[in-house]
Every structure is written in C-alpha cells, then in structure tokens.
C-alpha cells in the first residue's frame, strides 16, 4: 500500500502541471522541444540543495550534475559524459561548481569513522584536505576549518574541471566556457561567490596545459 508520503508526491505532481498550464498551455509543448541551457550546475546530492530553485531557473535552463560532495574526478565516466554533452552538445557558457556549508561528504573527510563503501568516494576529498593540512591545521575553531575546507573543496573541483581534456578543447576552438565556483548558506539561503573564476587554461600550472 503506497504511503501517504509517495501519495503526496503524486498529487504535487497533478498540481503543478495545472499550475504551469493555467499560466501558459504550451509550457510542456514547449518544453519538450528540446533544451539549450547557458549553464552546467555541478552540485552536491544533499536534499536540501535544489539548483534551480536557488538561482530562480526555469526547466529548460540549468543542466544538473549531482554527486556526493560536489566532486569532479578525472575517472568519473558520468561525470564526464555529463561535461561532455553539456560543452559539445549544448554548447553551455558557465559551468556553476556549487558546494555548500555543513556538508556531510567533507564532513566526514575530516575524520577518520569508516560509513561503508562511500570510503572509497571521500578519499578524494582527503586527498584535498592533505594538500591544504598546513592551512587547514592552523584553523583552531573546528567550525570554521570546517567552512574553510568546504570552500577550498569548490576551488579544487574548479581547476580540476579546467584541466580536463573536454573543457580545454573547447577553449582551443575558440569556445566561451566560464567556470566558476560558489558555496551554498543551508542557514542563510545565499551563495557565496568564491572568485575562482577561469576561462582559459593559462590560469592552470603548465603541467596540465594541454597541446592540441
């Protein structure tokens, strides 16, 4: 028997689309005319962070990828397949690193308790946290080191995106590709832009310049 919860959902769907409708009786015709979004939302999985509802994007306007603490890993197919298709498919101008405060997957990169197979995930954001410990370590208050890391986590995804091969072809063709990175308030509901902004590989060290 379906739950009053999975009900609820149902019926919200029902009512938004008459919403939509009442507004416009084309929306969904034109919706499924196909999608050029400006924009690529890389973000974390947590629930409480919609993309679109926190810029105030329409369907049709931001392409979503979501993973656990906001990450761009080099071996990540789906990571990758999405990036691909959103710069030489879609052409997309701005890719949105958006991390947020209070996030459990940089949480618990800080620590040292085992959760189960997501180990092996949070060892990248480790990783990060052993490049920085002398900064980081020098943070006394723990909450604060915590915000620090959840922010220098956003950077590291912004230049690790910059690096690959995808983003930086499309910079060699003449392509306009902006990456940026920001961190979302849960208390506050505001982004922070972090002013890590690249939009060519020469802000990268020469070591991953790539050669075309």
Known sequence: MASDFYRK????????VEEKLAIDKDFF????K????????IGCSDSRVPANEIIGAAPGEVFVH???ANMVIHSDMNMLSVLDYAVNALKIQHIIVCGHYG???VKAAMGNDSIGIIDNWIRHIKDIYRFHHTYLDSIIDENERFNKFVEINVKEQVY???KTSIVQSAWKNGQEVSIHGWVYGLNSGYVTDLN???DSNEKLDEVYQLKF
């Open 34 to 41: 196909g999608q050029t979004p400006p924009l690529l939302w």
């Open 196 to 198: 890590v902004n690249i």
């Open 9 to 16: 959902i149902l019926d919200n769907n029902k009512k938004w």
């Open 103 to 105: 996030c459990g997957g």
């Open 66 to 68: 979501r993973n656990i």
């Open 160 to 162: 690790d995106l910059a």
């Open 29 to 32: 015709k034109d919706l499924a």
